[in-house]
C-alpha cells in the first residue's frame, strides 16, 4: 500500500458548495468534480487565471459517518492534479488501493483541508504550494499548485 505524503491542510476556507449525490458533475465548486459515489471522480476545467493563494477545501459529496478531527487515521481514496497544465500526477483510483494514514503525516493542505469531513465525502482541495510541497525543497511538486479529489473512505 501506497504511503501518500504529500497532503493538505488545517483551515477550512471556502467550505462551501455541496451538491446532491446522483448530480453527474457539481456546479458549486471551484473546479466542476463528479459526484458519482463510489466511482473515481472526473474533474472539469480548470479555471483560467492565477491559481488560489489559500486553500480552498469544498464539498462534493456530503457523507455521512464519522468526522476527521486533526489526529484521525484515514483511508481515503484520491486524484491528484497540478493547476498548471491540468495533467494528472497520481491517482490511487489507478491501482485500486486506497491510502492509508495519520492526518499529522501529511501535507499541511490536507491536515487543514480534511479536519470537519464527513467519512463518506468527497472533498475537492486546492492547495497553494506553500501548503503542499513547497516547504520541501527539491520535491518535483515545490512550486506547483495542487487540486485533489478526496473520498474519505474511513476515519479511525
Not at 6 to 26: K, N, R
Not at 30 to 55: D, F, K, M, R
Not at 89 to 105: C, K, Q, R, V
Not at 127 to 149: D, K, N, R, V
Amino acid at each position: 500500500m501506497k504511503k501518500v505524503a504529500f497532503f493538505l491542510a488545517i483551515a477550512l476556507v471556502g467550505l462551501t458548495g455541496c451538491s446532491e449525490i446522483g448530480d453527474d458533475m457539481s456546479t458549486n465548486t471551484l473546479i466542476p468534480v463528479s459526484t458519482n459515489a463510489g466511482a473515481e471522480p472526473t474533474i472539469g476545467e480548470i479555471p483560467s487565471g492565477p491559481a488560489p493563494t489559500e486553500l480552498v477545501a469544498q464539498d462534493v459529496i456530503v457523507g455521512t459517518g464519522a468526522t476527521v478531527a486533526a489526529t484521525s487515521m484515514l483511508t481515503v481514496h484520491y486524484t491528484l492534479l497540478q493547476w498548471s497544465d491540468g495533467s494528472l500526477i497520481e491517482s490511487s483510483w489507478s491501482s485500486g488501493n486506497p491510502a492509508t494514514f495519520g492526518l499529522m503525516d501529511v501535507i499541511p493542505g490536507w491536515q487543514q483541508g480534511l479536519v470537519g469531513a464527513k467519512a463518506g465525502s468527497r472533498r475537492l482541495l486546492v492547495i497553494p504550494p506553500a501548503l503542499g510541497y513547497g516547504p520541501m525543497a527539491g520535491h518535483p511538486l515545490e512550486t506547483q499548485t495542487l487540486i485533489f479529489a478526496v473520498d474519505i473512505i474511513s476515519i479511525s
